[in-house]
Nanobody
Framework: QVQLVESGGGLVQAGGSLRLSCAAS????????MGWYRQAPGKQREVVAR???????DYADSVKGRFTISRDNAKNTVYLQMDSLKPEDTAVYYC???????????????WGQGTQVTVSS
């Protein structure tokens, strides 16, 4: 059993900052890519940022220069530092991780429950 638990969402004014955290726990053998996605009302879920276990990262064009993804491999935790927030960043943010479970022995994509981020103008 693998779980991803997110925290850190909330309401912030435009130009402000928030930091999201996501911790993976359970029967984990190894964690590969960890990332953040978001889904705004009426829109499809989109990737925001991803981080490989080796440290490489990639970002959506819309957040480059404003958001920073980082991870603590020892804690199986990924973070998303969001600065210079804009109203269009308002969405439910989901953490996702590609994890090899000790019980299954193969990689599976796991999702967090989602956390609301609201940016007021």
């Amino acid at each position: 059993q693998v779980q991803l638990v997110e925290s850190g969402g909330g309401l912030v004014q435009a130009g402000g900052s928030l930091r999201l955290s996501c911790a993976a726990s359970g029967s984990i053998s190894s964690v590969n890519v960890m990332g953040w996605y978001r889904q705004a009302p009426g829109k499809q879920r989109e990737v925001v940022a991803r981080s490989s276990s080796g440290g490489s990262t990639d970002y959506a064009d819309s957040v480059k220069g404003r958001f920073t993804i980082s991870r603590d491999n020892a804690k199986n935790t990924v973070y998303l530092q969001m600065d210079s927030l804009k109203p269009e960043d308002t969405a439910v943010y989901y953490c996702a991780a590609d994890i090899i479970g000790t019980m299954t022995g193969y990689v599976g994509r796991y999702w967090g429950q989602g956390t609301q981020v609201t940016v007021s103008s």
